[in-house]
């Protein structure tokens, strides 16, 4: 093989590998979402059935919302129990920031929250522990 037909297949290949690979943006995945660089703390975690021994609730609502604020996001969880919120803006304290889970039947007993870095804007581990409600007892 001589070096002409060399690089000329090695020009070839690295064509069809620019040709197939996705685009990238400089600074960000897109045009339609923000920068590392401008979003705030992530919340993510999982929602757990506490009388079935921790299993994955899915479906669960799940809302992040402000302290003193009027704002709130809702999601549902997905087929293994797990959230995440992204897109908080960075002046948002992470302290400020409430999650609360709600499943029928069952009522929030309690979350775990662990951040886990001291970083700051680094993610927080928020899981919400579900209990089934008891049923009302039956008026006099």
Known sequence: ??????SAR??????ILLAIMPVAWAGGSGLDEPDDADV???FFGIVKDLDNRGRAMPDAK???SLKG???SFVMRADAQGHFKFTGFAKDVDPNAVE???SVDGYKLERTVRRKLSNDPGAPVEVDCLMAKQQAAPPPK
């Open 1 to 6: 093989m001589t070096r002409a037909s060399l």
């Open 10 to 15: 090695l020009a070839a290949s690295v064509a």
């Open 40 to 42: 705030g703390t992530p």
């Open 62 to 64: 799940v809302t992040a």
């Open 69 to 71: 604020g009027n704002t």
């Open 99 to 101: 999650i609360a889970c």
